[in-house]
């Protein structure tokens, strides 16, 4: 099985990879990270996405499950990208990079591309949708996920 540190850290230099997505953080790269899930200090996935900077994009393991076994594909990883958009930024553009981006040097965008040769192109879990954090600040979450190819 992969390990969900690799595969946070390979999506995430997948998308800092996309020209236009960069730009959209500020020109600053490091404003798409991933969530460190690391006892005791960052256990707290609501406090690490009410912190988040404008802009950001922050990928978080949310965890593993079945996947489809007649497909020889056992594992299945999901992941959430939580989203921030800057001063004038919308995340419906964001969100769009996120699926329709290219990363520099891939032939496909990001629906489409490889993170990692283990696992099959993102799916798409659900909807990209506006979500309100306890003290009733807005972000958008975006949920996927990536099947893990066995033999």
Not at 10 to 27: F, K, R, S, Y
Not at 101 to 113: I, R
């Amino acid at each position: 099985m992969i390990d969900p540190e690799d595969l946070v850290a390979e999506l995430v230099a997948l998308l800092q990879a996309i020209p236009e997505l960069v730009t959209a953080m500020g020109e600053d790269a490091t404003r798409i990270y991933g969530h460190a899930d690391q006892y005791p200090q960052n256990v707290n996935l609501a406090r690490a996405v009410h912190g988040a900077l404008s802009p950001s994009v922050m990928v978080a393991y949310r965890g593993f499950g079945p996947g489809s076994m007649g497909a020889g594909q056992p594992i299945k990883h999901a992941i959430t990208l939580y989203v921030r958009p800057g001063i004038n930024g919308s995340c419906s553009a964001i969100g769009k990079l996120l699926i329709d981006g290219v990363p520099a040097g891939q032939p496909l965008p990001m629906v489409s591309a490889t993170v990692d040769d283990d696992l099959d192109p993102m799916f798409l879990e659900g909807n990209y949708e506006s979500q309100e954090d306890a003290e009733g600040v807005e972000y958008w979450q975006l949920n996927i996920s990536f099947n893990q190819k066995w033999g």
